[in-house]
């Protein structure tokens, strides 16, 4: 069965510009509707209330980080599990393949393109499907 065409994403990201720059090129050229969340803290009310479909969240971030984020995520009961793509410069061949046994779908590297954000999140999102 196909995956349900990708429409909602929570964008999880400590740094304004990235998150403005983010938002712009998923909404301008993807057409995808964008929620903005500044710490992986805030990350559970935001998935509560916006029920996104994707998660993008950066690594790198204060407090805590996306990692803690994503585990913290997973072991949160009632919590629907959202597949999370990680946003980072931490893209060495051993960092990736961490953060996909850790549960990532995939990771994008920083810095992005953002003409091409929205094409690379829409692959990723279609690769997922159950086969």
């Known amino acids: 069965?196909?995956?349900p065409p990708l429409q909602r994403i929570?964008?999880?990201d400590d740094?304004?510009?990235?998150r403005q720059i983010a938002r712009l090129a998923l909404e301008a050229l993807g057409g995808f509707e964008i929620r903005e969340c500044t710490s992986g803290?805030?990350?559970?009310?935001?998935?509560?209330d916006?029920?996104?479909?994707?998660?993008?969240m950066d690594v790198m971030m204060p407090g805590q980080d996306g990692l803690q984020t994503l585990k913290a995520l997973q072991a949160t009961p009632g919590l629907p599990q959202v597949p999370v793509v990680f946003m980072t410069a931490k893209v060495q061949p051993q960092e990736v393949s961490s953060f996909r046994t850790l549960g990532?779908?995939?990771?994008i590297a920083k810095p992005f393109d953002p003409m091409t954000l929205?094409?690379?999140v829409r692959r990723i999102w279609d690769a997922q499907a159950p086969g």
């Open 104 to 107: 990532a779908l995939d990771v």
């Open 1 to 3: 069965m196909p995956m």
């Open 15 to 18: 740094e304004a510009d990235i």
């Open 10 to 12: 929570l964008l999880v």
């Open 118 to 120: 929205a094409q690379t």
């Open 50 to 56: 916006f029920k996104p479909q994707l998660i993008l």
């Open 41 to 48: 803290l805030a990350a559970p009310q935001a998935i509560k």
